[in-house]
């Protein structure tokens, strides 16, 4: 089944504590992207991936980093992890980004105490 | 900067009643366009899309959805709508001046009452 990962689905933290989020795909797609989402401002991309070894931030990139050493994974990293950081997460991919769609995971629900 | 503005953000509606989802975006350069429905504790999955071509694009689910270049908008409709419409609705661009990335308004959550 094609479908998009994510790792953990839930989870609770305190600030500092440096923490990764996973994301996988299996459907060769070129293009992965994370989102958060908060009440009210939808959907903000976080980084995106066009391919292996290239990535480019979005709109909100601070306190975030990425890397995509494999086409199938492209995990989030939280090196210290701050309150304004809790958020409903989101990872996607897509055939080729930009005219094609995105396929969502499910979602990692993240609070950070 | 591109940018989408959902023009409502809770649209309440009887069941059988037609709607309409206002979308307006800003771009200078043509831009691709979306439409992604999020059910209560799941991620979006696409609706539709408009890329180019005919202005009319038609859907899952008995939507659609208008391109209107001048008005820069691409409203989302249906005619008769169901309970198991209600969900949080998102508009999303992409292209044009803002590249790979993409840029989505804050959502209009839809409530279909019996």
């Known amino acids: 089944e094609a479908q998009v990962t994510q790792n953990p689905r839930y989870l609770i933290t305190v600030t500092g504590k440096k923490l990764t989020v996973t994301c996988s795909q299996n459907?060769?797609?070129?293009?992965m992207s994370w989102y958060r989402q908060d009440p009210g401002l939808g959907l903000r991309q976080i980084y995106y991936s066009m391919n292996v070894e290239v990535t480019d931030k979005g709109d909100v990139p601070e306190g975030y980093k990425v890397s995509r050493k494999e086409k199938r994974n492209f995990p989030l990293i939280l090196e210290s992890p701050s309150p304004n950081q809790t958020s409903l997460y989101f990872c996607a991919s897509s055939l080729s980004g930009r005219a094609y769609e995105q396929y969502f995971g499910p979602g990692t629900r993240l609070t950070v105490t | 900067a591109q940018s989408v503005t959902q023009l409502d953000s809770q649209v309440p509606v009887f069941e059988e009643a037609p709607v309409e989802l206002r979308c307006n975006y800003s771009s200078s350069v043509s831009v691709y366009l979306f439409w992604y429905v999020q059910y209560p504790n799941q991620g979006l999955q696409l609706l539709l899309k408009?890329?180019?071509?005919?202005?009319l694009v038609k859907g899952i689910n008995g939507f659609e959805a208008e391109f209107n270049k001048s008005q820069t908008s691409f409203h989302l409709r249906k005619p008769s709508v169901h309970i198991s419409d209600t969900a949080e609705y998102f508009c999303a661009v992409s292209g044009g001046t803002g590249g790979f990335k993409t840029i989505f308004g804050a959502g209009t959550r839809l409530f279909v009452k019996a």
């Open positions: 459907m060769n797609h070129e293009y």
């Open positions: 408009y890329l180019s071509g005919s202005t």
